[in-house]
């Protein structure tokens, strides 16, 4: 009899965006003349980049032609991007992180998902709440977790980012293991300073724990005190992972690619206490499982990093960022309290009721989408996400409506 992983049967069903899109539907069918604008799902608008493109022509050129036809590359990703991710990313920002110790793939999301493999089932992991719900359910799936009560899973320990903390949650009451961490945060928008950051790789030390860092939100930090990954931090090579995205660093959402760094000294042990590579059994786990990422997509991601490249993907986030600012000046002159949208493209406002009941409000009077913040986690509650992935235009427009409604 073929049995089923019961863990599955634990799943809450991701009914989040489902959800929003049944009442937009339903809502439009009853206003067909209404033009709705979308601030909800966190996906990209603009073109790629055209030093993207270009390198992407060049690449797709090559395998027309015996001589230059590439087939299977290396699983951890060609040397060519490799190289170019470890000097730009990290040692060009003082961290010493090597291009063997990158590993390319087609999406954090994957990898986010994909690592927690490597551990035991019996860990304890620690979850900020509200998260991007991909951390949570890959470990529910794995069996790290008793059931769900009233959007709690049993044997997770839940990191609260409220108002109180600034969204970064203080160190666990109860030891833990396995530590997300995701800054600039998704969805709250929120970022974490050196300081805040070493109080977490000093623990991760003392306890002989991991921390997985997702930054896939990186490129959007303007601020020079905050830092762009954690290897700027003293001790963090032997306890953190960190995983990034070309995503919204140069709108590869339909490009997919991204990249995982796994510093040689990153350290897990046995139950008997033996220190073993993390890099090791990430590497055994990567190129056995995966054949890495297209050649012209390597080449496109390559060219990321060229002189106009990185003048194209600052130009880009800018974008993002101006869109951003408008949202929460204008969000704040309403009267609402709101976190990010400086070093972010999302903004966590505060609306001090039912979010769906704000998502219906907006919806109904305003046309406009957001995301009820509860979809991210109980701490979620009372708030709702506004992404800046939009034309700015129709930003403005949204703003305007919500003033006229709320202001
Ligand atoms: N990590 C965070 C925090 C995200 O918000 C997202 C996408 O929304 C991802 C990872 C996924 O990135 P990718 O498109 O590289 O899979």
Redesign the pocket.
């Known amino acids: 009899m073929i049995k089923i992983n019961q863990n599955y049967l634990k799943l809450q069903t991701s009914y989040l965006f489902a959800e929003i899109g049944k009442r937009v539907a339903a809502h439009q069918a009853a206003h067909p003349d209404q033009e709705i604008i979308k601030l909800g799902i ?2 990209v608008t603009r073109p790629l980049p055209d030093a993207c493109i270009q390198a992407f022509h060049r690449a797709i050129d090559e395998m027309a032609h015996s001589s230059s036809f590439r087939g299977y590359g290396p699983e951890q990703g060609y040397d060519f991007l490799r190289e170019k991710i470890a000097q730009t990313d990290f040692k060009d920002r003082g961290a010493d992180i090597h291009a063997d110790e990158i590993f390319v ?8 998902g994909n690592i927690q493999e490597i551990f035991s089932t019996d860990i304890r992991v620690a979850i900020p709440d509200p998260v ?1 719900p ?1 951390y949570v359910d890959t470990n529910v799936m794995a069996g790290r977790t008793g059931a769900c009560h009233d959007g709690r899973y049993e044997q997770l320990v839940y990191l609260e980012s409220t108002s109180e903390n600034g969204f970064v949650p203080d160190l666990p009451d109860q030891p833990v293991d396995l530590i997300y961490l ?1 800054y600039p ?3 709250t928008g929120a970022t974490i300073t050196r300081k805040q950051l070493k109080t977490w790789v000093d623990y991760a030390r003392e306890n002989k724990a991991l921390i997985l860092y ?1 930054t ?2 990186e490129t959007f930090i303007r601020d020079a005190d905050l830092p762009k990954t954690i290897y700027e931090i003293e001790g963090a090579k032997e306890v953190a992972i960190e ?6 660093t140069a709108g ?2 339909g490009i ?3 990249f995982t760094a796994v510093p040689k000294e990153c350290r897990a042990y046995t139950t008997e206490g033996e220190r073993h590579s993390i890099h090791e059994l990430w590497h055994r786990r990567h190129t056995t499982k995966f054949n890495s990422v297209s050649y012209p997509v390597q080449r496109a991601t390559e060219a990321v990093y060229s002189p106009e490249g990185q003048t194209q993907i600052r130009s880009l986030t800018e974008y993002y960022l101006k869109n951003a600012a408008l949202i929460l000046e204008k969000t704040r002159a309403m009267g609402f309290e709101c976190t990010g949208g400086l070093n972010s493209p999302y903004i966590w406002l505060d609306c001090k009721m039912d979010s769906w009941d704000f998502f219906d409000r907006l919806l109904n009077e305003a046309g406009v989408v957001c995301t009820p913040g509860e979809g991210f986690g109980n701490c979620g509650r009372g708030f709702i996400r506004i992404s800046a992935f939009n034309n700015f235009e129709n930003v403005k427009k949204a703003m305007d409506r919500m003033a006229a409604v709320l202001g």
């Open positions: 966190g996906d793939s087609d999406g954090a999301k994957c990898d986010t991007y991909v995701c945060n998704n969805p997702d896939a939100y995983f990034r995205s070309f995503s919204k590869f959402t997919r690619c991204a």
